[in-house]
């Protein structure tokens, strides 16, 4: 299986050390083509290549990836854009969301058909919820 | 024409003014399908309506527009995902961006060879940028 992990960069970076374990998780369930991700040598102003050169390899990754694994805690346009991508492509779509008092997750987000949203309040919750996501169907 | 108009709700609030100016704006090219993006009554919690009643609504309106235009500084699922609907769909897309120091736009955004960006420092450059975005060639 091949896995798109998305999660903030540009954004803001604040839930990287989730973004590294969300990867190590995915892993066990194929392979993840967006490692970089959970890197944290990438900080907020991201990854040191041409905004075109990313968008293009992002693109065609996501093309080939069997599911996208979003990280929608912290908002993000590029995340959002991957996402409406996928869903048009009727790619296998699945929301990782750690709700708090002070936001709601986006109503594009929350209200797409084509999106499971798996809410969770801590990342010791992330194992069971992949397990349930990703294993097919018995 | 029919202007869909994106910018941050859940996201966060901080530019609604610059909205609201952006849709007085937008109102003297066509009519704007989102005029509540500018309203002050909307909080970061968002309409009180159901989530997926607001996409698909929301969807709907971005099909039947002729242009989008996303103001992408504040960094908002809901705008990258309509963003990347309306690229799949080959939408004409237009995005206002206010740079910053401690910021950058999104890769996916900034890459994307279907968007055309406008960065501005100022609310009072938007005039003359609308102007030569949505005016037809001569």
Same mark, same amino acid.
């Given at each position: 299986?091949?896995?798109?992990?998305?999660?903030?960069?540009?954004g803001?970076?604040?839930?990287?050390?989730?973004?590294?374990?969300?990867?190590?998780?995915?892993?066990?369930?194929?392979?993840?083509l967006?490692?970089?991700?959970?890197?944290?040598?990438? &900080?907020?102003?991201?990854?040191?290549? /041409?905004?075109?050169?990313? @968008?293009?390899? %992002?693109?065609?990754?996501?093309?080939? !990836?069997?599911?996208?694994v979003?990280?929608?805690?912290?908002?993000?346009?590029?995340?959002?854009?991957?996402?409406?991508r996928?869903?048009?492509?009727?790619?296998?779509?699945?929301?990782?969301?750690?709700?708090?008092p002070?936001?709601r997750? &986006?109503?594009?987000?929350?209200?797409? /058909?084509?999106?499971?949203? @798996?809410?969770y %309040?801590?990342?010791?919750?992330?194992? !069971?919820?992949?397990?349930?996501?990703?294993?097919?169907?018995?």
């Amino acid at each position: 299986m091949r896995i798109y992990f998305a999660g903030s960069i540009r954004g803001g970076r604040d839930d990287w050390t989730t973004y590294r374990d969300i990867i190590a998780l995915l892993s066990n369930y194929g392979s993840v083509l967006t490692e970089h991700i959970g890197d944290s040598e990438i &900080s907020i102003t991201g990854e040191d290549l /041409a905004d075109d050169y990313i @968008h293009d390899r %992002d693109l065609e990754w996501l093309r080939k !990836a069997d599911v996208l694994v979003a990280e929608v805690t912290t908002p993000s346009l590029g995340v959002g854009y991957e996402i409406g991508r996928a869903v048009e492509w009727g790619k296998r779509v699945i929301g990782l969301y750690r709700p708090s008092p002070a936001r709601r997750l &986006s109503g594009m987000i929350a209200g797409c /058909a084509g999106i499971m949203v @798996h809410p969770y %309040d801590e990342p010791s919750e992330l194992p !069971a919820i992949l397990r349930l996501a990703l294993n097919p169907e018995p």
